[in-house]
């Protein structure tokens, strides 16, 4: 069984569309992530959500909007979608949000979704 | 803000030597992660270290953390081609442990 599932793998798509990934953990995780890395394979962080909540968002587009329907899906929508989008997003989980030193915050990533913005 | 960074940017090697990597700051780190990424695949965690002069070794991988954790260093001994992939060192630091992911050394091992 897959720990933490990404849809889809690959996603070609024009600039201005709108579009969204899902993803999922089967862990029992508190906490889902969001990362974009770059063509210079840079991990960085967008989006956080604790049992559905958002706790961090770091400075990221109001175009790219996270939903969390419940603790073991966070999906992300991305509107306008531009040419600097185009990169491979990943989705991860933890059992603990930040700021829990007992588990050290070990993160479980998906497979990743690469986005082409042509 | 912390500045990390990891050295060498690339590395690429033969199958039976041995290699280090580097992961470098000026901030104190609260413990720090190491994450092997695979090609098309996400990170997968190593290890964690806590304590700073802290050896963990799996296999034939030895991780030290600094003294003064703000630095940590990766050892492989008789590199083999499956160890390729991209090490990324993540260190939290601060009292909410929030995740910052370095560049990574993006390590290739030729047969």
């Known amino acids: 069984d897959t720990a933490v599932s990404q849809t889809p793998k690959y996603l070609v798509t024009q600039m201005g569309n709108d579009k969204s990934i899902k993803c999922e953990q089967n862990?029992?995780?508190?906490?889902m992530y969001w990362y974009k890395q770059d063509s210079k394979k840079f991990l960085k962080i967008m989006f956080s959500?604790?049992?559905?909540?958002?706790?961090i968002n770091e400075t990221v587009p109001n175009r790219f909007s996270p939903k969390s329907p419940d603790k073991a899906h966070l999906n992300l929508h991305i509107n306008s979608l531009e040419l600097g989008d185009s990169a491979v997003y990943f989705c991860?989980?933890?059992?603990?949000?930040?700021?829990?030193?007992?588990?050290?915050?070990?993160?479980?990533f998906g497979p990743g979704t690469r986005l082409t913005v042509l | 803000t912390q500045l990390l960074e990891q050295s060498p940017q690339f590395l690429s090697i033969q199958e039976g030597e041995n290699l280090t990597v580097y992961c470098n700051s000026s901030?104190?780190?609260?413990?720090l992660q190491w994450y092997r990424q695979e090609p098309g695949e996400g990170p997968v965690l190593l290890v964690t270290?806590?304590?700073?002069?802290e050896v963990k070794k799996l296999k034939r991988l030895t991780f030290q953390f600094g003294d003064a954790r703000k630095d940590s260093s990766l050892h492989i001994t008789a590199a083999q081609p499956g160890d390729t992939g991209l090490y990324l060192c993540?260190?939290?630091?601060?009292?909410?442990?929030?995740?910052?992911f370095g560049k990574g050394t993006l390590l290739t091992v030729n047969p």
């Open positions: 991860a989980s933890s059992q603990d949000q930040f700021g829990t030193q007992s588990s050290y915050n070990e993160q479980f």
């Open positions: 862990l029992g995780h508190d906490t």
């Open positions: 959500y604790n049992n559905k909540e958002l706790i």
């Open positions: 901030s104190v780190f609260s413990s």
């Open positions: 270290v806590v304590t700073g002069g």
């Open positions: 993540a260190p939290t630091a601060g009292s909410n442990y929030k995740l910052t």
